[in-house]
């Protein structure tokens, strides 16, 4: 039931409220990591790498990164979406992307190719 709040709340019109509710979701998936794979979840979060607001879709990317550096099953599904955010717009996305693909040195690879 929270779950399903948070998810909504994702896409709420306002983006002071959707920047929280994607850093809430990656604390309730810090508690159960297997939730990444769950379909409600990898759509709210896809939605939001795309968001008007790039605070919101830094947290996406920051979400995703930190999953992306312990399965590679998660770096297979975000990987696309990933790349598209180093053409983001916002500076701070495009940074946080590197920050991750410098840690995950395959999305390195990927990119060059």
Do not use: W
Request: proline share 2%; glycine share 6%; with cysteine.
């Amino acid at each position: 039931m929270l779950l399903g709040c948070v998810i909504s709340l994702t896409g709420n019109e306002s983006a002071s409220l959707r920047k929280p509710a994607v850093k809430s979701l990656a604390n309730i998936i810090n508690a159960d990591q297997s939730l990444m794979y769950h379909s409600d979840i990898g759509n709210a979060v896809s939605l939001r790498f795309t968001d008007e607001a790039k605070s919101v879709r830094e947290a996406a990317v920051n979400l995703v990164g930190a999953y992306v550096l312990k399965s590679p099953k998660i770096a297979n599904i975000y990987h696309s979406s990933l790349i598209n955010c180093l053409d983001d717009s916002g500076v701070s996305v495009r940074k946080a992307v590197v920050k991750v693909s410098g840690e995950r040195s395959e999305l390195v690879t990927l990119v060059v190719l």
